[in-house]
């Protein structure tokens, strides 16, 4: 099993820019999330979805967008991107078999905004 | 809201013990701790459920103080792998908010040979 999956590692963007940050698991977990990480601030939530078809806003969803078409992939778009985006985005996954919703993380995409 | 945590910074000498809490103004459903080195994903540790369920890895033990809101994470014996940054992550009963987790700012561990 691969886990969860970030693409890309890195990015660069210009003021303005649009970008998808992709997300993928091979778990068959039904719960995703997308958090940023900025530092001193721990982890915000900023969209999740609890199946295929079914998203919702976190703390800080304002400037993202997020669908869910399948149960593997969970891309996360920046409409148009801005400096305070600036941060790390994680992507998360977590399976509700148990009841006990504990989160497996990507890597990260570390974005920078200029 | 998000969850406070203290203290903010430990630093620790090898084999020396520390206690990291996590206090919420919120009703509960579960306690989630996690551990995260520079540069990488934090790590799943811990959840503890209302209701005394837990599960975790065996050498990290926490409680959860259903009255009170409050968490613990009891780290023994230190080891140099210890040090990292460590966040609760909260998640309030009901409706839409299960799988979602609201963290702390984290408290970062130093563990010194």
């Known amino acids: 099993n691969a886990g969860v999956t970030q693409t890309p590692k890195f990015q660069v963007l210009k003021t303005g820019q649009s970008m998808t940050l992709q997300c993928a698991q091979d778990m068959n977990h039904e719960y995703m999330s997308w958090y940023r990480q900025d530092p001193g601030m721990g982890l915000r939530l900023i969209h999740y979805s609890v199946g295929a078809g079914i998203t919702d806003q976190g703390e800080v969803p304002n400037g993202y967008n997020v669908s869910r078409s399948t149960t593997e992939d969970f891309p996360l778009r920046l409409l148009s991107a801005a400096p305070s985006q600036t941060s790390v985005y994680f992507c998360?996954?977590?399976?509700?078999?148990?009841?006990?919703?504990?989160?497996?993380f990507g890597p990260g995409t570390r974005l920078t905004v200029t | 809201q998000q969850p406070v945590q203290s203290p903010q910074a430990v630093i620790l000498r090898e084999g020396e013990d520390a206690v990291i809490n996590c206090s919420s103004s919120?009703?509960?459903?579960?306690v989630h701790w996690y551990r995260q080195k520079h540069g990488e994903a934090p790590v799943f540790l811990m959840i503890l459920l209302k209701g005394g369920e837990q599960k975790g890895h065996d050498k990290i033990s926490a409680s959860f103080n259903e009255k009170k809101q409050q968490s613990s994470l009891y780290l023994t014996a230190s080891q140099l792998s210890y040090s990292g940054t460590y966040f609760c992550g909260t998640e309030r009963a009901g409706g839409t908010s299960y799988g979602k987790l609201t963290f702390g700012q984290g408290t970062i561990l130093t563990v010194h040979p």
């Open positions: 998360a996954s977590s399976s509700t078999g148990t009841g006990m919703y504990e989160q497996y």
């Open positions: 919120k009703a509960l459903y579960s």
